[in-house]
């Protein structure tokens, strides 16, 4: 993807070395994140998140259905992440499948918890409508515009922000219809339900190259990686989940280091995310 | 991404053709404005035509079968066109997945058929939400020698107009129970086609100020864009897909637009004389194969010709019950009614002069067939129209 | 439902009969992009990328060693309908329409002086709300100047509603693609049972859109190249 000359290489893996990158960040730094909420009107929260030159959109839709029969009292909630060519020529037709499926596998990991919905980061029963009968169903889409790195923090990012941004319809069950037949549903058009989005991650991927690891990677730097480890931490500082990419074989005490700093590091990329929503909600 | 195996003409062929094309000289001695020799077959079996226009070979099938109806339109059968570019028909053609110019061509012809309305959908509903007729045509190119949408276009519409569906009478407790009754018990029905959309494609050249109609393989190799408008005899346009490619005036594609009414006509014509002479030969041979039948004829003329006028209307107005009931009102003598309505076909086209002629004007004059019989029912049904019309475009446009 | 209300004679959306859509165009949208736009036209909004011309990638697409060959992806976003749903890759609607939209923008790319090169049009679209195909080619002609791509006259789309020519039920609409200097057609598209007289008064309106689309076009690229200007002069 990345065609770079022997001297480039060097150059970047030069710089990472003496912890000062290409673009003139250290190597605990990130790039200049903007937030913008309610992107897309017709979704019931969407985000655009843009670190550097990379650029997300995340989405989420709810729509009403039934909860499984193994788990009656939750909510469903599914994650799909597409790669637009528009973001690199190599995403065209089916080129994306692969890159786009291993994303979405990654931010399913952080955010859904495990089979029965324990521990997934969206509290799953509050979107329970009538039990084992009626739940909302949350579709939430991230869509890769341009690409320059770190695309899963970026669409972490947007989907926290989404997620923050999203209102869920009041519903209104009339009661006479609870027993056998079919419940009768009202969803209102004025009153929304926000979620709790406290315990929603970000994920920090620190991307090795040579001897040290960076975070926020440029897709350049990337292609310089040996391995890159994305650690998705919470606002309490609890880790969620943990992917390794790449081929190379990490000492499990650098792991450890790793996730130490990621965690360190996601306390300032939370409270600058914060910031931005805040700022971005008050701009819409 | 299928045309890089296309044939490509060298310089000289290019400039030839396009040389000869600034003195109005096209390759093969046309004038630029007519079609090349159309000649329309049918099989043994109904519904299925081979088209050759030219050097072109298509060859169109329709069939039926019962299916549930789409939920948004549950009074309504469904018409899909499915399209098969064999290699042999062009080295261009891969086999396996379709290519960009199969799909183009049949999404023209479809667009063509279902957006004007030109088969009626709703005589194919059975029972309203549970059984609707689905008739699929399946369009096999057997030989490109260029313009296949037009030649595609026409396979279609002459398989549809020969085709007929089994008929079916709906009964049992529910009134939901469906028999499908074999086409020897009973005749099958043709399709209540209102209209013939007619498919004309004009290819450019120059700089959009030479065209010509009915472009062949080599034409089309050199030509800078084509516009294929469907329209009728009546003149209405139905369909027009310029998919880029070399600008045109807008006055042109005026002009392109009448000649292709006037095309239209002409294949039109060409079309219903071949159909009608495909269904009085074949009604002929009915009777040679029940020779007993032919001695009713002298007796019993004015019932059949009665029945005949009867089912006609029935036809129609089956379309806004659709419950079937008035078909159900005369079983009883099936047995009998047999030999009679194998008669009646005869008897309709063994005259084929009025026969021809009713054929032509209800074709010709659908905009009072629109306007006046099925006029209340349309009424009603349009505001549902309007918002799933606007749905549609929502998403698809 | 009325499409114009009959009193007060505005639509739905509150526009007047033949007002157009509030448009929006903005270049250079995606970083890595040679050339990128996005372009807005009431609710519906694109974006488009082009990268090229650069070396032919696949040689057995390539057409002939005279022109450059140029390729086009149409996708849907799957948020960018109302009902969310999972749009398959490639299915025959999206195939249609990158076909349209390649040979609409071969109609005014100078393919000739770029031979044996590749160009890549890539449309990415956010938000449906009618008239995508319309908005995708105003967005890949914005990307394409924003890209340097020499081009002999600049193609813009609109897509004129019947609607409120006259209170037909449905909406049928012509898609015109319109080379505005050269006063030609390109593109046109429609679907609908017309009188040859309805047709020409939509087409021609759809006319009017794309000239008014072209001016639009005309003045976001000035603007552009205005600010590209003051930021050579620091």
């Known amino acids: 993807m990345v065609g770079l000359s022997e001297g480039e290489k060097h150059f970047i893996r030069g710089g990472i070395a003496q912890d000062l990158r290409t673009d003139g960040r250290r190597r605990l730094q990130f790039r200049a994140i903007s937030v913008e909420t309610g992107v897309i009107p017709q979704a019931n929260g969407s985000a655009r998140v843009r670190l550097g030159a990379t650029e997300v959109i995340a989405t989420v839709k709810a729509e009403l259905g039934k909860p499984s029969i193994l788990h009656p009292d939750k909510g469903k909630v599914s994650i799909f992440v597409d790669c637009s060519p528009t973001a690199a020529p190599m995403f065209e037709g089916r080129g994306s499948e692969e890159f786009s499926a291993e994303l979405c596998v990654a931010l399913q990991r952080c955010l859904l918890g495990g089979k029965s919905g324990a521990g997934a980061a969206i509290d799953l029963s509050s979107l329970i409508v009538v039990d084992g009968k009626v739940c ?128 360190h590091v996601s306390r300032q990329f939370i409270s600058v995310l914060d910031s931005e929503t805040l700022a971005a909600e008050a701009a819409e | 991404m299928d045309h890089h195996q296309r044939w490509h003409p060298t310089v000289n062929e290019r400039e030839f053709i396009e040389r000869a094309l600034q003195s109005d000289l096209r390759v093969d001695g046309r004038r630029p404005f007519d079609f090349r020799r159309l000649k329309i077959l049918f099989g043994r079996e109904d519904g299925s035509a081979e088209v050759q226009l030219g050097d072109t070979r298509v060859m169109g099938y329709a069939t039926a079968q019962l299916v549930q109806p789409y939920k948004d339109r549950p009074n ?21 997945r379709p290519g960009e110019s199969a799909i183009e061509l049949g999404r023209v012809v479809d667009r063509g058929l279902r957006e004007s309305r030109a088969v009626d959908m709703e005589s194919l509903c059975v029972v309203a939400g549970k059984h609707v007729w689905s ?25 549809l107009s020969t085709f007929r569906r089994p008929e079916c009478t709906v009964g049992g407790e529910d009134g939901q129970q469906v028999t499908v009754h074999d086409p020897e018990v009973r005749d099958p029905l043709p399709l209540t086609i209102h209209h013939l959309p007619i498919a004309v494609t004009f290819a450019y050249f120059g700089e959009g ?62 079309i219903k004389n071949e159909v009608n002479s495909y269904t009085s030969a074949k009604a002929l041979q009915k009777v040679k194969r029940l020779p007993a039948s032919a001695l009713k004829k002298d007796n019993a003329p004015d019932v059949a010709m009665k029945e005949s006028s009867d089912g006609a209307l029935e036809t129609q107005s089956t379309k806004p019950s659709s419950d079937g009931q008035q078909i159900n009102k005369e079983p009883p003598s099936v047995v ?19 026969q021809s002629e009713s054929r032509l004007t209800a074709g010709g004059s659908d905009e009072t067939q629109e306007a006046i019989s099925p006029k209340s029912l349309k009424d009603a049904v349009k505001p549902k129209h309007k918002i799933k019309k606007k749905q549609h475009s929502k998403i698809n446009v | 439902m009325e499409y114009v209300n009959p009193l007060t004679g505005f639509r739905v959306d509150g526009r007047r009969p033949n007002e157009m859509r509030q448009l929006k165009g903005e270049v250079g949208v995606v970083a890595r992009a040679d050339g990128s736009a996005l372009f807005e036209m009431g609710n519906t909004r694109v974006i488009a990328a082009v990268y090229g011309p650069r070396e032919v990638q696949n040689k057995g697409q390539q057409v002939n060693s005279k ?74 002609t914005l990307a394409l100047a924003d890209a340097g791509i020499p081009m002999r006259d600049i193609v813009t789309s609109c897509s004129a509603d019947l609607n409120y020519i006259e209170d037909s039920a449905g909406g049928p609409d012509v898609t015109v693609g319109f080379l505005t200097k050269m006063d030609k057609v390109t593109l046109l598209q429609m679907d609908a049972k017309l009188p040859m007289d309805t047709f020409e008064t939509v087409m021609d309106l759809a006319i009017e859109g794309c000239k008014a689309i072209a001016n639009y076009i005309r003045e976001v690229l000035l603007e552009n190249t205005r600010r590209l200007e003051c930021q050579r002069d620091h």
Not at chain 3, 71 to 84: H, K, L, N, P, W
């Open chain 2, 135 to 159: 008739v699929r045509v399946d369009l096999h190119i057997l030989d490109n020698g260029g313009n296949l949408i037009d030649a595609a276009n026409i396979a279609a519409l002459a398989a």
């Open chain 2, 76 to 96: 309504e059968g469904t018409l899909a066109i499915f399209t098969e570019f064999s290699p042999m028909a062009d080295p261009a053609f891969e086999p396996g």
């Open chain 1, 136 to 263: 909302w169903d949350l579709y939430i889409d991230g869509l890769v515009v341009s690409s320059d790195g770190n695309l899963l923090d970026a669409l972490a990012a947007a989907i926290k922000v989404a997620l923050s941004d999203t209102g869920i319809p009041k519903v209104n069950v009339s009661l006479s219809a609870t027993t056998d037949e079919e419940p009768e549903v009202n969803v209102s058009d004025e009153e929304f339900l926000q979620f709790d989005t406290s315990s929603v991650p970000v994920i920090v991927t620190l991307t090795k190259v040579g001897k040290h690891y960076i975070v926020d990677a440029t897709s350049e730097e990337e292609s310089q990686m040996s391995s890159a480890v994305s650690v998705s931490v919470n606002r309490h500082g609890q880790i969620r989940g943990l992917t390794k990419r790449g081929g190379a074989g990490l000492d499990p005490s650098v792991i450890f280091d790793m996730i130490s700093v990621a965690k």
């Open chain 3, 67 to 140: 022109d450059a060959l140029v390729r086009c992806e149409y996708r849907m976003a799957d948020f960018s309908t109302g009902d969310r749903r999972r749009k398959p890759k490639g299915d025959r609607r999206s195939t249609e329409i990158s076909l349209v939209i390649r040979q609409t923008m071969e109609a005014s790319i100078l393919t000739h002086l770029m031979p044996r090169s590749q160009i890549d049009i890539f449309v990415q679209v956010l938000q449906a709300d009618g008239g995508t195909r319309a908005a995708c080619i105003n967005a890949a």
């Open chain 2, 209 to 270: 100020n030479i065209m010509v109609i009915d472009p062949t393989y080599k034409e089309e190799a050199v030509m800078g864009g084509r516009m294929t408008a469907t329209i009728n005899s009546n003149g209405d346009v139905c369909s027009i897909q310029k998919a880029g490619g070399e600008g045109v005036m807008s006055s042109v594609i005026m002009q392109c637009l009448r000649i292709a009414s006037v095309k239209a006509a002409d294949i039109t014509s060409k």
């Open chain 2, 336 to 354: 009998e009614d047999n030999k009679q309505e194998d008669v009646e076909p005869m008897l309709s086209e063994c005259n084929p002069e009025p």
